[in-house]
Nanobody
Framework: QVELVESGGGLVQDGGSLRLSCVAS????????LGWFRQAPGKEREFVAVIGTLWSGSATAYADSVKGRFTVSRDNAKQTVYLQMNNLKPEDTAVYYCAASGGYEGAVRLEWQYDYWGQGTQVTVSS
């Protein structure tokens, strides 16, 4: 099984930056597409970003709301996926989750396409 643990969340002011990390267990880390989702209070979990495997060309995709501000990357040797978040806004406040897809290597966007989920890390952006 794959276990995922997020870190790097915290409190930041409007316009600030944070870098989230997600470290994974397992010998086959590189065979999983890795996604980021978020869930704000009272709202459903939504897709944020994803990076595919090397065989997919490390394809990436982003939600329109974060495109141009967030960057997803991965380091297979360190079994870690990152989410660099710049120019943060109050509407970015949410619990952020990383997820791994065992069945897809490309830039998939839907919750049902992912098999493993982390516990989440809180990101709060104040105005």
């Amino acid at each position: 099984q794959v276990e995922l643990v997020e870190s790097g969340g915290g409190l930041v002011q409007d316009g600030g930056s944070l870098r989230l990390s997600c470290v994974a267990s397992g010998r086959t880390f590189g065979s999983y597409a890795l996604g980021w989702f978020r869930q704000a209070p009272g709202k459903e979990r939504e897709f944020v970003a994803v990076i595919g495997t090397l065989w997919s060309g490390s394809a990436t995709a982003y939600a329109d709301s974060v495109k141009g501000r967030f960057t997803v990357s991965r380091d297979n040797a360190k079994q870690t996926v990152y989410l660099q978040m710049n120019n943060l806004k109050p509407e970015d406040t949410a619990v952020y989750y990383c997820a791994a897809s065992g069945g897809y290597e490309g830039a998939v966007r839907l919750e049902w396409q992912y098999d493993y989920w982390g516990q989440g890390t809180q990101v709060t952006v104040s105005s």
